[in-house]
């Protein structure tokens, strides 16, 4: 995580008379042309093909846009154009259209729309003119728009027999009381009731649907295009594409609430029947404290980096003088409600979605009838999450999701302003990290795990119900109801709109805490990790097997610009398949089903090895060229299904010594380097000779469970201490330079760094040698030394030594006689803790600490090269 500085921004909070925008794309009543590439081309239209919606891969592609070295905006003008070019809620295909060059069969027609054009066009004002489409590539782009855009789909899969049952298993303890039964109620009410909600264009679209066939071949999801029910994998070889509509007509086979009828779906070539049981909800994130609407979050954001309060009668004449003078909206409300003002950030979160729920649902029910919201659901996978199936059919205007986002975003919008105030270089993707994980928003008060303990304080009752009054007369004018409305009768919806989710968020909001998500269960402390990560694939091993746990175990190594680094190769020539990147999105960017396909087969291990080789000595030239004290661990990762004889020419009983020689040299010349093996579980045994211990080789089962088999490597590369060196050793291991070896290393508020320093780096004898530590502005630093244990910490009872000092000082560690050269004598390496202790209290995300190793031996004497560095010395290993 980069640096956060300290600067001032005055925002104000004002009442504001708010212009027409104009041009913003995503506001007409069309799929804009930058989006159209996400609809047309079936790899990006099909979630299947697209970056998996989880928090981290939002986060590494806004990052990517803030690095554009093109691009240098702030983070509310980063915020507006993620909103303005991605987003466009509501989008939904139409029945009985096929696609062809000149038409696109998709609209945005869903009830989500009226108010996303609200909020974009006079609440968050703004465009994405100038936003660096180009900094991402087009999956990216298309994942972005899907991932921040909320809709609904409720056409029939199919799979809805096993989905469904599923779901409801999941979500019998969790949903709310519904409203009262069908049963007893008038034949008017019942009517009513069998519509999903108030929205025109939902009771047009299913009344349109009645009598509709599919032709034979219609859209559907084969081996190869969609599988939610199996182990999260989702992968299959064939294409999953037909070229018909897929709709058509069916007889009435729902029962209660879900009775619909008509034909609303795609299915295998007859057309599917009904709406389905468990539609796909849109626009949703997977968080590891609940699903969130991304979309709302960000908004919410953006709203709070540029606060406008703005009377409800200012923004109705907005809309009159957009339509040329013309009041072409409903009738004016009475002026008491004209008077009510609009904060921005309410109508981008919470007040927006209860605005719909009570404009959709409110009018629909019967005397006594209760407002319905929070729908649960469930993802087709943990490990790669792409589709969000919700465990209802009916009032789905406020699902799980959208409470979360708004609340989330809500709160982050009520703080940043503060935040902005203290620290003005914070960026999006700093935000995000940091609430969306155990540490919190500079200390742990503000953070998604605590988000139903901050509902009170941040959206109190009384505000609730005003906000959400307002804006609900905003929206009225902009939706187009099947019913006219008055303002006593908005206002009675409104307040039992926000009644509801005020008793829903404490008793039915049922998050994990904030630890029990940890790959460690309730692990109080985060173990920060860097690496240098090198796999090498057998693509052998099928790309519906391998891909999902090499994906989920990159998803757990902090690849980003600020920490982890990765490549993917080929296990039996070497050649990239993913090249190196700090942006965990470019391996579905580079890896997908076709790319597997065409890569060679098998696995070279002599090839491998001659390739982490060379990799190794490019790494210690860059280290020396650029005066790198290292920072990262380095390890290598084979993965392979092979066994003893499928290891490539240079495997096997004759010549294994070759491949033992090339270990070796690794071992003497890297000796930062970890290899480990990801097998099979068949064939762990074909690796044992060439791990260095048992832990390096890790088994895989092909019929697991992805995130159970890979957690195992995950914590093993977690454990490996990232790496200080004396880069003026380079390649080769003599130098006749010397001087001061220093970095600067990032550590956050409750986490802890671990670092190795080899006695490689200390060859022969001698006195005088210090690591000095300075630490942090702020807060206290708790530094841990061994020479015995990898990872000193204070529950060590033995062999360790500890030091707290206050931030903004320096501490010295003696390095006394690290290495002697002696024949065979084994010598331990030194392994430094850093944990900046915790922590309401610092305000800060990540604290710098400056390291500086010095000591005659280690900075090396002119002319006395060869006893400076010591590539022959016998490093201990852990």
């Given at each position: 995580m980069a640096k956060l500085s300290y600067a001032v921004v005055l925002l104000v909070l004002s009442v504001l008379s708010v212009p027409t925008i104009r041009g913003q794309q995503n506001a007409q009543f069309r799929v804009p042309s930058s989006l159209v590439e996400c609809y047309r081309n079936y790899n990006y239209l099909y979630a299947y093909n697209r970056v998996p919606s989880t928090i981290g891969n939002l986060i590494s592609m806004i990052q990517k846009v803030e690095n554009d070295p093109n691009y240098s905006q702030d983070m509310r003008q980063i915020a507006i154009g993620l909103i303005q070019v991605f987003r466009q809620d509501g989008v939904e295909r139409a029945p009985n259209v096929m696609a062809t060059d000149t038409v696109l069969p998709y609209?945005?027609?869903?009830?989500?729309?009226?108010?996303?054009?609200?909020?974009?066009?006079?609440?968050?004002?703004?465009?994405?003119?100038?936003?660096?489409?180009?900094?991402?590539?087009?999956?990216?782009?298309?994942?972005?728009?899907?991932?921040?855009s909320n809709t609904i789909d409720r056409r029939v899969r199919n799979d809805e027999s096993t989905v469904c049952n599923q779901l409801s298993q999941y979500s019998a303890a969790m949903r709310v009381p519904r409203a009262a039964s069908d049963n007893g109620k008038s034949a008017a009410s019942q009517a009513a009731s069998q519509y999903d909600n108030n929205?025109?264009?939902?009771?047009?679209?299913?009344?349109?649907?009645?009598?509709?066939?599919?032709?034979?071949?219609?859209?559907?999801?084969?081996?190869?295009?969609?599988?939610?029910?199996?182990?999260?994998?989702?992968?299959?070889?064939?294409?999953?594409?037909?070229?018909?509509?897929?709709?058509?007509?069916?007889?009435?086979?729902?029962?209660?609430?879900?009775?619909?009828g008509t034909g609303y779906g795609y299915g295998t070539g007859q057309g599917g029947q009904g709406i389905s049981q468990c539609p796909i909800e849109g626009g949703v994130m997977w968080t590891p404290w609940g699903s969130v609407s991304a979309g709302t979050v960000i908004a919410g954001i953006a709203a709070g980096l540029q606060p406008q309060t703005i009377q409800v009668g200012t923004l109705l004449q907005t809309f009159k003088r957009a339509n040329t003078g013309r009041w072409t909206g409903k009738p004016l409300q009475q002026q008491q409600q004209i008077n009510l003002n609009v904060d921005n950030r309410w109508a981008a979160t919470l007040a927006g979605e209860l605005s719909e729920v009570a404009l959709l649902q409110g009018p629909m029910l019967t005397a006594g009838g209760q407002i319905s919201l929070g729908a649960s659901g469930a993802w087709n996978s943990t490990a790669?999450?792409?589709?969000?199936?919700?465990?209802?059919?009916?009032?789905?205007?406020?699902?799980?999701?959208?409470?979360r986002g708004g609340l989330d975003g809500l709160i982050l919008a009520s703080n940043i302003t503060n935040w902005k105030n203290?620290?003005?270089?914070?960026?999006?993707?700093?935000?995000?990290?940091?609430?969306?994980?155990?540490?919190?928003?500079?200390?742990?008060?503000?953070?998604?795990?605590?988000?139903?303990?901050?509902?009170?304080?941040?959206?109190?009752?009384?505000?609730?119900?005003?906000?959400?009054?307002?804006?609900?007369?905003?929206?009225?004018?902009?939706?187009?109801?099947?019913?006219?409305?008055?303002?006593?009768?908005?206002?009675t919806f409104s307040t039992n709109a926000a009644n509801a989710l005020a008793g829903y968020v404490p008793?039915?909001?049922?998050?994990?805490?904030?630890?029990?998500?940890?790959?460690?269960?309730?692990?109080?402390?985060?173990?920060?990790?860097?690496?240098?990560?090198?796999?090498?694939?057998?693509?052998?091993?099928?790309?519906?097997?391998?891909?999902?746990?090499?994906?989920?175990?990159?998803?757990?190594?902090?690849v980003s610009p600020y920490a982890s680094r990765m490549t993917v190769m080929n296990a039996m020539n070497g050649a990239p398949i993913v090249p190196t990147s700090q942006y965990i999105t470019d391996a579905y960017v580079y890896w997908n089903w076709t790319t597997h396909q065409q890569q060679p087969r098998g696995l070279n291990l002599a090839n491998v090895l001659m390739t982490i080789g060379n990799i190794t000595q490019n790494l210690q030239r860059a280290a020396q060229s650029n005066a790198t004290s290292g920072g990262r661990s380095?390890?290598?990762?084979?993965?392979?299904?092979?066994?003893?004889?499928?290891?490539?020419?240079?495997?096997?009983?004759?010549?294994?010594?070759?491949?033992?020689?090339?270990?070796?040299?690794?071992?003497?010349?890297?000796?930062?380097l970890k290899i480990l093996f990801l097998s099979a579980a068949g064939t762990v045994t074909t690796f044992s000779n060439y791990a260095q211990s048992a832990?390096?080789?890790?088994?895989?089962?092909?019929?697991?469970?992805?995130?159970?088999?890979?957690?195992?490597?995950?914590?093993?590369?977690?454990?490996?201490?990232?790496?200080?060196?004396?880069?003026?050793?380079?390649?080769?291991?003599?130098?006749?330079?010397?001087?001061?070896?220093?970095?600067?290393?990032?550590?956050?508020?409750?986490?802890?760094?671990?670092?190795?320093?080899?006695?490689?780096?200390?060859?022969?004898?001698?006195?005088?040698?210090?690591?000095?530590?300075?630490?942090?502005?702020?807060?206290?630093?708790?530094?841990?030394?061994?020479?015995?244990?990898?990872?000193?910490?204070?529950?060590?009872?033995?062999?360790?030594?500890?030091?707290?000092?206050?931030?903004?000082?320096?501490?010295?560690?003696?390095?006394?006689?690290?290495?002697?050269?002696?024949?065979?004598?084994?010598?331990?390496?030194?392994?430094?803790?850093?944990?900046?202790?915790?922590?309401?209290?610092?305000?800060?995300?990540?604290?710098?600490?400056?390291?500086?190793?010095?000591?005659?031996?280690?900075?090396?004497?002119?002319?006395?090269?060869?006893?400076?560095?010591?590539?022959?010395?016998?490093?201990?290993?852990?």
């Open positions: 609209g945005p027609t869903g009830f989500q729309f009226p108010k996303f054009r609200v909020l974009i066009s006079k609440l968050i004002p703004g465009n994405g003119y100038q936003f660096p489409n180009s900094s991402l590539s087009a999956l990216e782009r298309c994942s972005l728009h899907f991932m921040l929205f025109l264009a939902d009771v047009e679209l299913l009344e349109n649907l009645k009598g509709d066939k599919s032709p034979s071949g219609g859209l559907q999801f084969s081996a190869g295009g969609y599988y939610p029910n199996g182990n999260g994998n989702g992968y299959g070889t064939g294409n999953g594409y037909g070229n018909g509509n897929g709709y058509g007509s069916g007889t009435n086979t729902g029962s209660g609430s879900s009775g619909f790669l999450p792409r589709y969000y199936f919700l465990s209802q059919n009916t009032r789905l205007e406020m699902t799980d999701p959208e409470i203290e620290y003005s270089s914070m960026k999006l993707s700093q935000l995000l990290d940091m609430y969306y994980s155990t540490r919190g928003v500079f200390g742990r008060g503000v953070r998604a795990c605590d988000r139903r303990g901050q509902f009170a304080s941040v959206a109190p009752l009384q505000t609730m119900i005003a906000q959400t009054t307002a804006f609900s007369n905003v929206l009225d004018q902009e939706m187009q109801l099947r019913v006219t409305l008055d303002s006593a009768a908005i206002s008793q039915y909001l049922n998050d994990v805490s904030c630890y029990s998500s940890n790959l460690v269960p309730n692990e109080q402390v985060t173990w920060n990790t860097a690496s240098d990560l090198y796999i090498f694939v057998d693509t052998t091993w099928q790309f519906q097997e391998i891909n999902p746990i090499i994906m989920y175990f990159l998803q757990n190594m902090n380095l390890v290598a990762l084979v993965a392979s299904q092979a066994s003893g004889t499928q290891m490539g020419p240079n495997i096997n009983q004759a010549s294994a010594s070759y491949t033992y020689q090339q270990l070796q040299y690794l071992r003497t010349n890297a000796p930062d832990k390096d080789v890790v088994g895989a089962s092909t019929a697991g469970n992805v995130v159970s088999q890979t957690i195992p490597l995950i914590l093993r590369v977690r454990d490996i201490p990232m790496a200080l060196i004396n880069y003026r050793c380079g390649p080769f291991w003599t130098t006749d330079q010397y001087g001061n070896a220093q970095m600067y290393q990032y550590v956050a508020p409750g986490s802890i760094n671990f670092y190795r320093l080899l006695a490689n780096y200390f060859f022969g004898g001698g006195s005088d040698r210090y690591i000095s530590i300075q630490g942090p502005a702020a807060g206290t630093i708790t530094v841990c030394s061994s020479r015995y244990i990898e990872h000193p910490t204070t529950n060590a009872t033995y062999g360790f030594k500890q030091r707290n000092f206050p931030g903004d000082s320096t501490s010295h560690f003696e390095l006394t006689n690290p290495s002697r050269i002696v024949h065979n004598e084994t010598t331990l390496p030194i392994s430094l803790a850093f944990v900046l202790d915790d922590l309401n209290g610092p305000r800060f995300a990540n604290a710098a600490i400056r390291l500086l190793v010095t000591g005659e031996d280690f900075l090396g004497t002119p002319g006395l090269s060869m006893d400076i560095c010591g590539s022959n010395a016998s490093v201990k290993k852990f």
